[in-house]
């Protein structure tokens, strides 16, 4: 009996984490599974420990590949997935023990292309879903959700190697991209635990610049049909705002306004006739003590708090 779920997880130095990650699925409710393993060019006992695994359990198989990138590893995985249902799983995290169960069940027999757990009760289509990706109302992760195999073409993974931040967000907005025509189903269920405190991954070191926001900007364009790039106009410009937000809690950014990301965006926000908040203003005109004010109502929470003590 062929598999119903691949489960791929891109392995790079994960030896700390992996057998958890590893075992938490063959232990799953769900049995009827295929894990696909891509270590990419890990440099610690991480291939060593994916080929003892799959020779425990015959449902583990492991491919070896030059590092090219979580992307890559997600894309081969895919491309050597037989099950009928794909999810994604991180290396260092691991799933709850019924998590394929629960997201198979909310699959089964309907109409559903996409299963999205820790979200609300609901239905969408799939520019609702995009909404919500970019807005971040639904985390923009690849992990935690449960995707039809015949989603997935090349394009949904032709992303630049330099954008290695924000590759699975791209993901999921390609995923969608069909629109009215497919529907998510989301569910309140937790299923997926996320290994916070891991300092050496890449979300843990990474610190954002104009430069990089451009690219990935292009990229997201590039996602979307020409037609349709209008409808999530103002969406797109509360997103870009706080990643310019966020990056200039870093400082004041030296030539700026000359900057492609920022004349898009200002004009963009003309188009729309966006009204700029006051913190969106300051970040805006290159205010030197943005970070104190971007960070003063945390600063007044935590006061408080304090005071309540």
Known sequence: MEPLISIIIPVYNAEKFLERCIYSILKQSFKNIQIILVNDGSTDDSGIICNRISE??????????????????????VNNAIGEWITFVDSDDYLLDHALETLYNAAYKTEFSIIVSDSIDG?????EYRQMIINHSIKPAPWGKLFKRDLFTDFVFDVPKSITIGEDYLMNIRLARFGENIYIKLIPNRIYFYQKDNKSSLMSNFKSTIKYEEEVYEELKKSFIVDEFQYFQKDLIVSRLNAFKAIRTHGVILGLRETKFYIDLVNDMKKSSYK???????????????????FLPLLKRKFMRLNFK
């Open 276 to 294: 700029c908040s006051i913190i969106d203003t300051l970040a805006l005109k290159n205010f030197p003590f943005f970070k104190f004010i971007y």
């Open 56 to 77: 425990e359990d015959s449902r583990v198989i492991v491919f070896h590949q030059t590092n090219c990138g979580a992307n890559s590893a997600r894309h081969f995985g």
């Open 123 to 127: 239905k969408v289509n799939g520019n």
